[in-house]
């Protein structure tokens, strides 16, 4: 007997998921042991052409979900609502679930995590985070019995263009976007991706994972966004040897008792793998114990990389289905806390217009003593009024960093903090 999927919306995602079903069917049946059926499709209108059998086609998305013949729910339709509503009715009636709905998963994932729990009913979630690259399965089990330290990853594509077109081609950032829109990568309201609302997302999921502990949320990213990244630094980045990426990284603290979940603009060394990330690529570094370094890397949007994860689970649960068994994902929370922005260690590049006077470097130097903060390397660029001090800090908590330039700011001998963003290094 076939085993009935419900699909909740039919957008891009959700029309190529339809579609590889139908293409692949006999090789889906194969891998599962039993075929892959489409029993319904839920969408808000059903008098648009979407390319699959109308009679598939419904507005009620509750009594699909809950349908008697329906074994496995797909939903695509993103957001908190009714997503959320919908996937929790499909659980209470014993379907697993496969989601790419990282808004959701970033803000109450332990919700539905505990209520997948207590149905016994799997919640698969791999097309979230990275498109196609498979990411999540391995840092959920693969490195499940290793200890990962830190997660950095590139989870953005639409930021990712538009920062490799400024460093690769000299273009400003309001060009760049306009090109990211042109070619279908960045949406006419770009805000979610240039002010990292959905890395952050995608962060607090890796961070659940990586640290195994379902504390973590969107609201506990510490996040910035690129609108203020500048052809200025861009070009500091590469005097330091370094590119500019939008990172989202999970690091454990030095005492391994917390976890610091964050996303910002940084000044990235050339020899990192990931600062080779060229267009609308998506790739994650992983650091673990035993395991070392990992990289993964691919199309991270898009609707047939995105169907193809989603695919992918799909067999997983359906499998599981078939074997009468499920993965209770977070049944043993580590319960690590997750420490606020001024606990992280890090360093900052911080570019100075100064009064070119004597005296100014020694006073600079002596505020960034004062707050415990000592200087890595300094360089003056111009003279007179157009003088300008560089400066990159040794690691210190971002607290110190954050007061020491702010202390600057309101020095007379600085005329405006010029530019100031964080400077990422290997892991030792």
Known sequence: MAM????LGCGVVGSEVVRLVNEQSEELAARVGTPIEIGGIAVRRIDRDRGVDPALLTTDATALVTRPDIDLVVEVIGGIEPARSLILAAVKAGKSVVTANK????????????????AGVDLYYEASVAGAIPLLRPLRDSLAGDRVN?????????????????????AGFTE?????????YAEADPTADVEGFDAAAKAAILARLAFHTQRVTAADVHREGITGVSAGDIASARAMGC???????CQRSEDGGSVGVRVHPVMLPVEHPLASV???????FVE??????????GAGAGGTPTASAVLGDLVAVARNRLADTSVAEGAHDTGLPVHDMGHTITSYHVALDVADRPGVLSKVAEIFADHGVSIKNVRQEGTGDDAQLVLVSHPAPDAALSSTVELLREHDMVREVASVMRVETFSD
């Open 4 to 7: 009935k999927v419900a699909l």
């Open 288 to 297: 673990a114990e035993s395991a070392g370094r990992l990289m993964f890397y």
């Open 243 to 249: 590119v500019v990426k939008l990172l989202a990284i």
């Open 150 to 170: 830190r997660v950095l990853g590139i989870v953005n594509g639409t930021t990712n263009y538009i920062l490799d077109r400024m460093d690769s081609q000299g």
């Open 278 to 284: 060229k267009e609308a690529y998506n790739a994650v």
């Open 176 to 184: 760049s976007l306009e090109e990211a829109q042109a070619l279908g």
């Open 103 to 118: 808004a959701l998963l970033a803000e109450d994932g332990q919700t539905l995590h505990a209520a997948a729990r207590d």
